[in-house]
């Protein structure tokens, strides 16, 4: 069956400017993740959705980051005034949401490589 | 608060050879611990992950990891490379009944014919 899907693969935009990037879960997960992986390092959490709410957003590095899920499946990650140090890859992934990694498995887009210029 | 520490950030190894890959993690209560590689152009996937019981753990693809909680370590481990095993390998934890994973910096592989 169809994985993750995030669109686009690269996107490249100057400084200062407002990227949205997308995410499509697998059907019917219910969580939806956000992780940030910059150069030479390992992902890093930035928001969880249960639903349609964000569970926890404690990731999120400062107030120009804004995710949203209006409908409990696809997910847009809003970055504004962008700066050149929000350069990464962001991963998004999914799971069938039992809020626990004991019996949840996190599956894995392949990513959008988001550089800013 | 948890940190994963993977040791090498690139191995390479011959087709045929042992591939070791190591990770320590730092945790007060013993944590949920996983192994993702992560192919060219594709999202990572799960290759095993330890959360209760026997603490040696088998995975996809042949390989297989062993949690040593005296070590605080939770190294992979496959007794046969293939050429199809380049790829990069995260270590992550998570603590327990928790959804948040926490990565470490990855380990890249490369395979040697």
């Known amino acids: 069956g169809a994985g993750v899907s995030q669109t686009p693969s690269n996107k490249v935009t100057e400084k200062g400017k407002y990227v949205e990037l997308r995410c499509d879960p697998i059907?019917?997960?219910?969580?939806l993740y956000w992780y940030r992986q910059s150069l030479g390092q390992g992902p890093e959490f930035l928001i969880y959705f249960q639903g349609t709410g964000a569970a926890d957003d404690s990731g999120l590095p400062n107030d120009r980051f804004f995710a949203v899920r209006p409908e409990g499946s696809v997910s847009t990650l809003k970055i504004q005034r962008t700066e050149r140090g929000d350069s990464a890859v962001y991963l998004c992934?999914?799971?069938?949401?039992?809020?626990?990694?004991?019996?949840?498995?996190?599956?894995f887009g392949p990513g959008t490589r988001l550089t800013v210029l | 608060a948890q940190s994963v520490t993977q040791l090498g950030s690139h191995v390479s190894v011959s087709e045929g050879a042992l591939v070791l890959l190591r990770c320590n993690y730092s945790s007060s209560v013993p944590p949920y611990l996983f192994w993702y590689v992560q192919y060219p152009n594709q999202g990572l996937q799960l290759l095993l992950k330890y959360t209760t019981g026997a603490t040696l753990v088998k995975g996809i693809n042949g390989f297989e990891a062993e949690f040593k909680k005296s070590e605080t370590s939770f190294h992979l481990t496959k007794p046969s490379a293939h050429m199809s095993d380049a790829a990069e390998y995260f270590c992550a934890v998570s603590e327990r009944n928790d959804y948040k994973l926490s990565f470490g910096a990855g380990t890249t592989v490369t395979v040697r014919a």
């Open positions: 992934a999914s799971s069938l949401g039992s809020g626990s990694s004991l019996t949840d498995t996190q599956y």
């Open positions: 059907s019917g997960h219910t969580a």
